[in-house]
């Protein structure tokens, strides 16, 4: 009986279906960032809060202004000045004839239903329009209005932007920059979100060493590549990461750093010792309480994964140890994971994927497997780049999308159109 192998598609489904999003908590807006929200959120008051000048200039009584001409300015007594942040009694009140110096930003005052930009007066200097608003109120001179401004020009309305009781923002939505500044608008100092994945990634592999914990290799050894990959991709794709450096193919020693970071991970992430090698490190230290699998997919194919028993109860991702084999399977199962634990919607969870024409031949791919080949994306066109070896770091790190070699294609003809994993 040959052994049983898993689709990409069946294996994806498998990992999704034992994610659930992280439970929400109140946090402070700057915690916010990228979350998504996990409440609906409506205004408690107006925004703005009250009728406000949207220009440096003059308040004034529209009807007083209606015949303003260049060769016929009509003069208003100055009643007095409205900074912004002034409010309530200290406002000056606009009585026919008259008109208060108002900044942008500054309420309307009362008597007041329009406001003339400074460039239209003589900003009560006496001569023709000026550029700015002169630094003090004058010595009393009446100020000219050279234009008429209708009822409500240069003002802005309270509740123009939102009503007092509207809903902003409903739950779901994720909080990118423009919507931090709306919560903050509306006067809200933390809110409801799912928080981020936390996420812990080791390297397993006694060949590994710390990049930079030694001048120079010994022979046999490599330097750890892995963690340093997986947990910046584990934070793209919106995790809170602890890297652990490498374990040695040692299970105890394995068990003991995977408890040490699963109690405080929603995911734990290990590359290598996952295949049929005879120090296979995950395998041994896991066999039993995980599934190890086989998935028809090049690179990439041993896989690992599990939900790790109580206390810890974090989901486990055993990747094979190849640095690409890590890496895709990394953006095919793990990232779509994270981001169902960060409450995206099932629409954001995988990389977008755009169809385009190969700019190359694929010369060879493994039939009954799907194929994830390296590759340059440009306008509706992809070139692959490096090979299939699952050791090619240089060619990954050339790479910004993945060709899909569909599993009955075993070589395509340049000009076929293929699906492309944006990688972004
Ligand atoms: N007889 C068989 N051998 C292999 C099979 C198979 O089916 N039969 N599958 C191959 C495939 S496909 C892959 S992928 C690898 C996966 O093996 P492991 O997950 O057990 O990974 P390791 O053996 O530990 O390492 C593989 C390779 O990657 C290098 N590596 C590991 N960790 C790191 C790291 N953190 N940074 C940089 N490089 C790393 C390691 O030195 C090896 O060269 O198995 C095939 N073999
Ligand atoms: O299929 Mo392995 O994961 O490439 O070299």
Known sequence: ????????????????????????????????????????????????????????????????????????????????????????????????????????????????????????????????????????????????????????????????????????????????APRLGLLAAVGRGSVRVVPRPRVAVLSTGSELVAPGAAAELEPGRIWDSNSYALAAAAREAGASVVRVGAVPDEPGALRAAVARVAADADVVVTSGGVSVGAYDVVKAAFEGELSFRKVAMQP???????????????????????????????????????????????????????????????????AGRRQFLRARYEAGTVTPVGGAGSHLVAALAQADALVVVEEAATSLAAGTEVDVVLLG
């Open 300 to 366: 990439g194919k041993p896989q690992g994964f599990g939900r790790l028993g109580a206390p810890a109860d974090a989901l486990f991702f055993g990747l094979p140890g190849n640095p690409v084999s890590a890496y895709v399977s990394f953006e095919l199962f793990v990232r779509p994971v994270l981001r169902k634990l960060a409450g995206l919607p099932e629409g954001e969870w995988g990389r977008p994927v755009v169809r385009a024409r190969l700019a190359s031949e694929v010369g060879r791919s493994p």
């Open 1 to 176: 009986m040959s052994e049983r192998v898993w689709s990409v598609d069946e294996h994806l489904a498998d990992v999704l279906a034992e994610a659930r999003p992280r439970a929400a908590a109140e946090v402070p807006l700057e915690k916010a960032q990228g979350r998504v929200l996990a409440e609906e959120v409506t205004a408690s008051g107006d925004l703005p809060p009250f009728d406000n000048s949207s220009m440096d200039g003059y308040a004034v009584r529209a009807a007083d202004v209606a015949g303003a001409a260049a060769d016929a300015p009509v003069a208003l007594r100055v009643a007095g000045e409205v900074p912004a942040g002034a409010g309530g009694a200290g406002l000056p009140k606009v009585e026919p004839g008259c008109c208060a110096r108002i900044m942008t930003g500054a309420p309307l005052p009362p008597g007041a239903d329009a406001v003339v930009p400074v460039e239209w007066t003589d900003g009560g200097l006496g001569g023709g329009e000026v550029a700015a608003m002169p630094a003090v109120a004058g010595d009393g001179l009446p100020v000219r209005v050279f234009r008429p401004a209708a009822e409500g020009a240069h003002v802005r309305g309270a509740g123009g932007d939102v009503a007092a009781g509207q809903s902003v923002l409903a739950a779901g939505a994720v909080l990118g």
